[in-house]
């Protein structure tokens, strides 16, 4: 039998080639949320930065990271060889830019990085992996080191997670996905995401030794926060 790991990447191996079309459509504020998330960073253009971009599927983080740092050295990460090809095509032409396939809780973070970023990755990591995950994560940040992200997440409050949920499917509705393929995208959302409650994510963040951990931006269940070391 397959296990949760091994269905989720086969699902972005066959997803890979239709991604970019088909998330802008899924995903509310994609786009504003990703540029929330590099004008958050506190670096300076000219920085030769480290960066990681964790689940970097197509590449659209990265790109635009690299746009707004030129002279930074990116490690690319996923585990989905197709959408990995895709970030290649993507990026190609950049300096600097490595890709790594396989499990970011797999990924060797023993090397010192000052920014460690992921978009809408995280909520496929279970809960229990959680807490050992961001510990990794702040010890293989620098000194000036952040780590920023863009996600889903649940609300304690079941009334406003009915909301949020309606919220989505109508943004999802609004262009252009047909109800058949909208409650196909939930139940999948459903089986094979493990989003958790918003406060519960920062909480465990700042567990892990993160300070100044902040919201930049939340659009319903979707939001952009992040930490410093
Ligand atoms: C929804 S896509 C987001 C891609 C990209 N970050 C973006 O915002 O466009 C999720 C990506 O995370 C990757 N992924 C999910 N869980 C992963 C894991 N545990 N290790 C590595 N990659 C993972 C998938 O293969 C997929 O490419």
Redesign the pocket.
């Known amino acids: 039998m397959k296990n949760r790991?091994q269905e989720?990447?086969e699902h972005?191996e066959k997803e890979?080639a239709d991604?970019d079309k088909f998330?802008f459509n899924v995903?509310p504020h994609?786009e504003e949320m990703?540029q929330a998330l590099i004008d958050a960073l506190p670096f300076n253009r000219k920085d030769k930065l480290r960066i990681v971009?964790?689940?970097?599927?197509?590449?659209?983080?990265s790109k635009k990271l690299i746009l707004a740092y030129p002279n930074a050295r990116i490690s690319c990460?996923?585990?989905?060889e197709n959408?990995l090809k895709m970030a290649k095509s993507k990026l190609k032409g950049s300096r600097n830019v490595r890709f790594w396939q396989?499990?970011?809780?797999d990924f060797d973070y023993r090397e010192k990085y000052d920014c460690i970023v992921?978009?809408?990755?995280l909520h496929?990591?279970e809960g229990n992996d959680k807490p050992g995950f961001y510990r990794k994560i702040h010890n293989s940040l620098s000194k000036r080191g952040v780590f920023f992200c863009?996600d889903i997440f649940l609300s304690s409050n079941c009334h406003l997670q009915k909301l949020y949920m309606d919220k989505w499917k109508t943004f999802m509705k609004a262009n252009g996905l047909l109800t058949r393929k909208i409650n196909d995208m939930i139940l999948r959302h459903q089986r094979e995401d493990r989003p958790v409650v918003f406060e519960d994510e920062l909480a465990i963040m700042r567990k892990a030794g993160f300070r100044y951990v902040d919201v930049i931006l939340k659009h319903y269940n979707f939001a952009v926060y992040g930490g410093c070391v």
């Open positions: 790991f989720i990447r972005f890979a991604f998330f995903m994609y990703m971009d964790l689940g970097c599927g197509t590449g659209n983080l990460i996923d585990m989905a959408m396989g499990n970011i809780l992921s978009s809408m990755v496929h990591v863009v």
